[in-house]
């Protein structure tokens, strides 16, 4: 039996407009997008057909992909669902694991990764639906997994979130992770206090939009010989 495959990542809106720089925006949509491609390479890895986003011409995906996702497969969906899923979570563990190593190597340990381990683990929402496929009629199959996800995110689960102290000053809504902010900013260079303005304390969220790029190859530019540079906005 074939199944038509609906995943959706977030949070996207709340994670996005959370910004106060045009890079926060710019890194924001490119880390959604790295983990919906998790999902896809997972899913064609188990032999799925992408539905959409539709690949490039060359069979890759395009830089910019949503975060939603669509394939067909004849794959027991508890299984497959579980192998994008996790495809999905590792590469997120990658990212944030990669700004933790990197805060970790110029500040030392400290309270903060704590902090930085408890607010990353419960960031991420993945849900997902599979419903059978029509082949005779593609819309009212896709309309059955609209209908099917938009009941699933009605029955989100919300777990008890602790955040005491001062608030993270890009999203308000994490505490801000408990270091030296000063101290950081000349441990990565950032003496004019460009990347980690002068006043602003951050969660965990917010720090990996601002650091990322440094430390996950993924996140940088590439100019024409393929050589990795961040990239920085007016």
Same mark, same amino acid.
């Given at each position: 039996?074939?199944?038509?495959?609906?995943?959706?990542?977030?949070?996207?809106?709340?994670?996005?407009?959370?910004?106060?720089r045009t890079q926060?925006?710019? &890194?924001?949509? #490119?880390?959604?997008?790295?983990?919906?491609? !998790?999902?896809?390479?997972? $899913? +064609?890895?188990?032999? /799925?057909?992408?539905?959409?986003?539709?690949?490039?011409?060359?069979?890759?995906?395009?830089?910019?992909?949503?975060?939603?996702?669509?394939?067909?497969?004849?794959?027991?969906?508890?299984?497959?669902?579980?192998?994008?899923?996790?495809?999905?979570?590792?590469?997120?563990?990658?990212?944030?694991?990669?700004?933790?190593?990197?805060?970790?190597?110029?500040?030392?340990?400290?309270?903060?990764?704590?902090?930085?381990?408890?607010?990353?683990?419960?960031?991420?929402?993945?849900?997902? &639906?599979?419903? #059978?496929?029509?082949?005779?009629?593609?819309? !009212?199959?896709?309309?059955? $997994? +609209?209908?099917?996800? /938009?009941?699933?995110?009605?029955?989100?689960?919300?777990?008890?979130?602790?955040?005491?102290?001062?608030?993270?000053?890009?999203?308000?809504?994490?505490?801000?992770?408990?270091?030296?902010?000063?101290?950081?900013?000349?441990?990565?260079?950032?003496?004019?206090r460009i990347v980690?303005?002068?006043?602003?304390?951050?969660?965990?969220?917010?720090?990996?939009?601002?650091?990322?790029?440094?430390?996950?190859?993924?996140?940088?530019?590439?100019?024409?010989?393929?050589?990795?540079?961040?990239?920085?906005?007016?």
């Amino acid at each position: 039996m074939t199944y038509l495959y609906l995943f959706q990542i977030g949070p996207v809106q709340a994670y996005i407009t959370a910004a106060r720089r045009t890079q926060d925006l710019y &890194v924001g949509s #490119r880390l959604l997008s790295l983990l919906s491609s !998790a999902g896809i390479e997972a $899913a +064609s890895a188990n032999e /799925a057909e992408l539905i959409f986003p539709v690949k490039l011409e060359d069979g890759t995906l395009p830089r910019s992909v949503p975060h939603r996702f669509v394939f067909l497969s004849d794959s027991d969906p508890d299984v497959l669902a579980l192998r994008v899923s996790e495809a999905v979570h590792q590469r997120w563990a990658d990212i944030h694991n990669a700004v933790r190593y990197y805060v970790t190597d110029r500040i030392g340990d400290g309270p903060w990764q704590a902090q930085f381990d408890r607010q990353v683990a419960s960031w991420l929402e993945l849900f997902w &639906v599979a419903v #059978r496929y029509d082949a005779e009629d593609h819309g !009212a199959s896709y309309s059955e $997994a +609209s209908r099917a996800m /938009a009941m699933r995110r009605q029955a989100r689960p919300f777990a008890p979130v602790d955040e005491p102290g001062p608030k993270c000053s890009l999203t308000g809504a994490q505490s801000a992770l408990s270091l030296n902010w000063d101290h950081l900013a000349r441990q990565i260079g950032d003496t004019n206090r460009i990347v980690l303005r002068q006043n602003e304390e951050l969660g965990s969220i917010a720090l990996i939009k601002r650091l990322a790029q440094f430390c996950y190859p993924a996140l940088r530019e590439e100019d024409e010989q393929g050589n990795g540079y961040l990239l920085r906005f007016p």
